[in-house]
């Protein structure tokens, strides 16, 4: 069975751009999109009606059930240890890495629900995250391209398993 690589990485770090990518020649996964199709609904109006809590529950839950050769998680997934384990023990753990004032302009007029806290909550939730995500198994520059991204990814995927 192929191994899954788990894409993490802070909210505008490429990651959903990286999933379209990989999906014309791989089976890759958006947890945020499994979210929205399970729930019926969008993951702002989620959030609106039962708060944080309740989708960190739920995406925990769907990424046990994830299963695909890449699957691209939301930007919380570091935010519960047990996810991390999960993926370590399962995969490998691709972090994208990305300055936050470059994702913060790919970010700032989109309707996620943490954006909404305004620039400054965001970039201490950003300084907290950080470190989280370098305990990922590779830590990529995700200025380069998305080509370029998946290219690393392929060659890590030759090498590593
Ligand atoms: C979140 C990131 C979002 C989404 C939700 C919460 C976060 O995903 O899961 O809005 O806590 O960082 P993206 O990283 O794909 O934007």
Redesign the pocket.
Known sequence: MIKPFYIIG??GTG??SLKRYLEISDHAIDL?EMFEAHVKMD?STYFEHYGEDAFRLQESKLLQQANAAYIVT???IVERDDNFDLMRERGVIIALDLPYEMCWDRIKDSD???VRRGKTTVEALYARRRPLYARADYVLDASLSTEVIAQTLYQIREEDT
């Open positions: 802070f909210m990651k959903s945020d993951i939301g930007g919380g996620r629900p943490l």
